[in-house]
């Protein structure tokens, strides 16, 4: 019993670590896109995202970490399924590379402008 209720709640702390991350990122896109827009300065785009994209992750690395648990037999015991383990990191990986991406194609292409490689 003491068991199930220590898996219930890993299970219950990584869905919401997960749901974090995943809010985090949704919000360092919504930053990305207002840089994109010029609502924002790419400068301010990016110091306001770079915060925000190390919470998600780190939110998402606590997500990896609480979905298992090693039994003292050595054995592992997973709180949740394999195939929604892997969806949800292969989730948070695309967007974490995505948005990483879209700065560096922002850099990249400001770069080109100052030095006029159009």
């Not at 709640?9 to 749901?19: G, K, S």
């Not at 949704?26 to 110091?47: E, H, M, P, R």
């Not at 690395?61 to 949800?88: E, N, P």
């Not at 989730?91 to 974490?96: D, G, P």
Request: hydrophobic share 45%; aromatic share 18%.
């Amino acid at each position: 019993m003491k068991d199930r209720n220590a898996m219930k709640t890993r299970r219950i702390l990584a869905i919401i670590c997960y749901t974090i991350g995943f809010c985090a990122y949704g919000a360092a896109g919504y930053v990305c896109w207002l840089s994109w827009n010029g609502t924002i300065s790419d400068k301010q785009g990016f110091l306001t995202f770079l915060p925000i994209w190390i919470v998600s992750y780190w939110f998402n690395t606590f997500f990896s970490q609480l979905v298992c648990r090693v039994k003292k037999d050595g054995s592992r015991q997973w709180a949740i399924k394999k195939r929604a383990r892997h969806i949800l990191s292969d989730i948070s990986t695309v967007l974490s590379v995505v948005l990483l991406c879209f700065w560096i194609y922002v850099y990249v292409s400001q770069y080109t402008e100052l030095l006029n490689f159009k």
